[in-house]
């Protein structure tokens, strides 16, 4: 079992930062990679970054050059640092902890979610 528990959300202007942090507790040894999802009203929750145990790191188009994704192992968290931040950001940001079977990559385990929200 892993648990997650995510902390950053708020309120910020265009062109604002916000970081969000993810605090993952549990069997974290089994998991092979984490990463932040987020929805919007009315959309489909998307991938916005990923991170593996190995440190390589992938990131929707939407937001590559202005959102990083990193760990910090010592605290057992995960960050979204989020920079230039658009309205179309806003949404409800997701922790996510995986594992890989096989060749598919599966979702185990989902923080509660933080709200963010941009004003443009």
């Known amino acids: 079992q892993v648990q997650l528990v995510e902390s950053g959300g708020g309120l910020v202007q265009a062109g604002g930062s916000l970081r969000l942090s993810c605090a993952a507790s549990?069997?974290?040894?089994?998991?092979?990679?984490m990463g932040w999802y987020r929805q919007a009203p009315g959309k489909q929750r998307e991938l916005v970054a990923v991170?593996?145990?190995?440190?390589?790191?992938n990131y929707a188009d939407s937001v590559k050059g202005r959102f990083t994704i990193s760990r910090d192992n010592a605290k057992n968290t995960v960050y979204l640092q989020m920079n230039s931040l658009k309205p179309e950001d806003t949404a409800v940001y997701y922790c996510?902890?995986?594992?890989?079977?096989?060749?598919?990559?599966?979702?185990?385990?989902w923080g509660q979610g933080t709200q963010v929200t941009v004003s443009s």
């Open positions: 549990g069997s974290i040894q089994s998991i092979d990679a």
């Open positions: 991170i593996t145990n190995g440190g390589s790191t």
């Open positions: 996510s902890a995986e594992r890989d079977y096989g060749t598919r990559r599966i979702t185990d385990y």
